[in-house]
């Protein structure tokens, strides 16, 4: 997908509320926006900040076929981590799936 598309793709996402989040243990330290701590709109304009040098590709854990998207913004001197893939729901349509959005560190 590359950084461009992929970036775009998130932030359509985000706007258009088509997006979950992966389950997992720690979720109220990983996942702001899962809990409620920051919003989609927050975390678009996170993703609207991220330069190409800061953004990275990689292959899901659970699945290796799934790729995952790594934006990784500094906004107002602070770091952000956030990881995110997309699944298919259908031929034309596809949900951003987030697995990680917190400050770098966290």
């Known amino acids: 997908m590359g ?6 793709a998130v932030v359509a996402a ?5 997006f979950e ?13 899962a809990v409620g701590d920051v919003d989609a ?3 678009a304009t996170l ?8 953004y990275g590709e990689s292959r899901h854990h ?10 990784q913004p500094t906004v107002h001197e602070e770091r952000w981590y956030i990881k ?3 699944i298919e729901i259908d031929r034309d ?8 959005v917190h400050r770098a560190g966290g």
Request: charged fraction near 25%.
């Open 41 to 43: 709109n927050e975390v």
């Open 47 to 54: 993703v609207l900040k991220t330069r190409s040098q800061d």
């Open 3 to 8: 950084f461009a598309a992929a970036k775009a």
């Open 84 to 86: 995110v893939y997309f």
């Open 62 to 71: 659970w699945d290796q076929s799934v790729v995952v998207h790594t934006f």
């Open 93 to 100: 349509d596809r949900k951003a799936m987030f697995i990680s």
């Open 14 to 18: 985000l706007h258009e509320g088509n």
């Open 21 to 33: 989040h992966e389950v997992r243990d720690a979720l109220g330290e990983k996942n702001l926006l």
